[in-house]
């Protein structure tokens, strides 16, 4: 086809990987390497961009931008996934809670840590415009950055690190020292302003002010922390487990009963021979938000370097 497109990146699998399959309730069932979860994932970032851009309150130029480019109940989807392990995958128990003990812990079947042949192809189908084929590498971008895949990822659970890229100015290999990550962290979410804005300006959907937040979704805002923490830790689980022991119960930093996404984001990151934390947050109004509670804990707690974007938190 004259105008399709593919891209194809190799993933390591830095933390276990909870992905679930067609009874992903049962904890005991193994995990199944499936592309709906990273295409969820895709269209969390890719609403995250365009939020900043066209504002939170325009949900129907929103909705319209995000079916054009991850499609719809009635439209489908020009870009599609495919996944594939190049050797076999190993999984196993992992804990849930991995800063407790015994039944505390919880635990369920995960890909574990480690494997390094994790193969995610993305094609656009049929001719679109090239604004949306660089929306979708956006967000994908977006996603193996400040994110992760599948159960717990807002805790560091899922984390992969791009060994390979077929189109490295697309998707770049995950930095592994402090200068690389500052370099990418910004250049990432630069690049997703910029996407966000090409694909709004050729479907005539107006764009406004970087959002002072909190907004009515989670998405980039004034309020919007991005973080890099030097924690000097031996791994990154321990990098998640430290984050874990330390972490307070707050509603501002989501809740179980009712549940409530965390407006943080916790991603381990290689920084030489030891490992940090890259700290994202992502401000939505909520029952019981409280971003000076956000950031005081992250001040006192996790200091570090924060990064400025703008479009993106600036």
């Not at 990822?153 to 100015?169: E, F, I, K, M, P």
């Not at 290999?173 to 402090?178: F, G, R, Y």
């Not at 973080?227 to 990154?236: E, F, N, V």
Request: net charge positive.
């Amino acid at each position: 086809m004259e105008n399709r497109k593919t891209l194809t990146v190799t993933l390591e699998t830095v933390t276990p990987l909870f992905l679930g399959g067609a009874e992903a309730q049962d904890r005991n069932k193994s995990p199944e390497l499936r592309p709906p979860a990273f295409r969820g994932a895709l269209r969390y970032w890719l609403r995250a961009a365009l939020g900043g851009v066209i504002g939170d309150n325009n949900l129907d130029g929103l909705h319209r931008l995000e079916r054009v480019v991850f499609g719809s109940t009635d439209y489908g989807s020009p870009i599609h996934l495919r996944l594939r392990s190049l050797l076999p995958l190993q999984s196993g128990d992992e804990k849930i809670l991995p800063h407790k003990e015994g039944p505390q812990a919880g635990r369920r079947k995960a890909f574990k840590a480690g494997q390094k042949e994790v193969e995610l192809v993305m094609h656009q189908l049929r001719s679109a415009e090239e604004t949306v084929w660089q929306a979708a590498c956006s967000a994908l971008n977006l996603a193996l950055t400040f994110g992760g895949v599948g159960l717990r990822s807002r805790r560091g659970y899922g984390t992969l690190h791009v060994r390979q890229s077929s189109d490295s100015t697309l998707i770049p290999l995950t930095p592994k020292v402090l200068e690389g990550w500052r370099q990418h962290v910004k250049g990432v979410a630069e690049k997703a302003v910029a996407s966000a804005h090409e694909l709004a300006d050729t479907r005539n959907v107006p764009v406004v002010d970087l959002p002072e937040g909190p907004a009515r979704y989670p998405c980039a805002t004034r309020l919007g922390l991005i973080r890099l923490c030097d924690m000097k830790a031996a791994s990154a689980m321990v990098a998640v487990m430290q984050f874990m022991q330390k972490v307070q119960k707050t509603k501002a930093l989501g809740d179980i009963n009712p549940r409530q996404a965390s407006p943080l984001w916790v991603r381990p990151i290689q920084l030489g021979e030891q490992y940090g934390l890259l700290l994202t947050v992502l401000a939505s109004n909520f029952n019981g938000a409280n971003y000076n509670t956000v950031r005081n804990f992250l001040d006192e707690k996790f200091a570090g370097e924060d990064v400025s974007v703008k479009g993106w938190n600036a």
